[in-house]
């Protein structure tokens, strides 16, 4: 015979959220005495319905689950009355087989006046605005590296061979050649002429590179890509100036981060996007390296010690990580250089790649919480 193991109660009253495209479904709990469900619908005017419904039986917490995108316009109307706690969809299932939209608010109410619920990040609205700002901005970067290759294959099937020759195609030399093709320039001599720099000591190859056949259709293909290239980093470049407007009040903390190895101001943008200022909304800084997912995972039964590679956390956090440990990998000496190779002869690049971005965000929580530049680790020598 099983009994029903009771938890302590946390809160007096709250509620729980079940969160839908169209509609959300709220049960109200007030101790264990009752419970009040209601569904509202997710137009700005429900909302504001929900509210005032939750203010008026007093509630003071809220959980609800992380469903896709429609949980943000619930928590902008929500968030100045109510302490919410948004919770990841995984952490709360609920019992298969009894599952619907009223049962799932109630059980999430349950578990927040439990306490067992564990509330996600979610960064102050400033944060949230850099943050949504860089992910575009690493989309439109995306998009830019696919019109450069479809640019390319036009070159390709003109017989242009100006890659084999040129390092960079979308250089000086390379985009000027582009721009004198668009404008109906054929002439493999007069095109080579525009070489520039070290690339006048490859005239000759440039006339055979650039002795190519171009139609009509190619010039129409390559201005349109020309035209897709240029408003791609126009758009680049005004997010980037957004950017930098928000860093503007923050110029000591950029300043710092700078001075750890491998991290530039591009970097940074990417980081503080991602974690913003304030670390004490981690209580340690191996809480916040297991939130980005850059520390090894723990996966043991029985004192054995399964796989323990790194979890999925953050992927623009970690990607932006593991930039800045290639470039402090790059760099002729240095800490976290010597810990890559050293690491590199054990476990491989991968993990040594991985283990030196792990150090980086050690470093951007340390930084961040003592205001203070980065200073290497000394290396005791013991006799």
Known sequence: MSTQVEFPLLFDRCAGIDVHKESVVVTVKVNKSSDETRTFGTFT????????????????????ESTGVYWKPVFNILEEDFEIMLVNARHIKYVPGHKTDCKDSAWI??????????????????IREMRELYRYKKKLISQRVA??????????????????????????????????????????????SLAKGSLRKKIPQLICA?????????????????????NIQQQIDRIDRRLNEYLSHHT?????????????????KGIVAEIGFDMSVFPTANHLASWAGVCPGNNESAGKKMSSRVTQG????????????WSAVKMKKGWLRNKYYALSVRRGKKRALMAVAHKILLAVYHVLSTHSPFKEPVLRITS
Not at 55 to 60: F, W
Not at 252 to 268: D, F
Not at 314 to 323: G, I, M, P, Q, Y
Request: charged fraction near 25%; hydrophobic fraction near 45%; include cysteine.
């Open 314 to 325: 953050n992927r623009s956090l970690k990607t932006a990580l593991v930039e800045a440990a």
């Open 45 to 64: 005017e429900d909302l504001i319905d929900l509210k005032d419904w939750l203010l008026m039986l007093k509630v003071g917490h809220i959980a609800m």
């Open 109 to 126: 109410g349950k578990l927040l006046m439990s306490g067992l619920l564990k509330g996600s990040f979610i960064p102050p609205q400033q």
């Open 210 to 230: 650039l002795n190519g056949r171009i139609t009509e259709h190619h010039r129409f293909m390559l201005q349109t890509s020309r035209l897709a290239l240029e």
């Open 252 to 268: 000591t903390e950029v300043e710092l981060l700078e001075t750890i190895p491998g991290i530039s101001h591009e970097t940074v």
């Open 147 to 192: 019109e450069r290759n479809r640019l390319q294959k036009v070159l390709e099937d003109a017989n242009l061979k100006l890659g084999n020759v040129v390092s960079d195609v979308f250089g000086k030399t390379g985009w000027a050649v582009i721009c004198a093709l668009i404008d109906g320039q054929t002439d493999a001599v007069s095109l080579s």
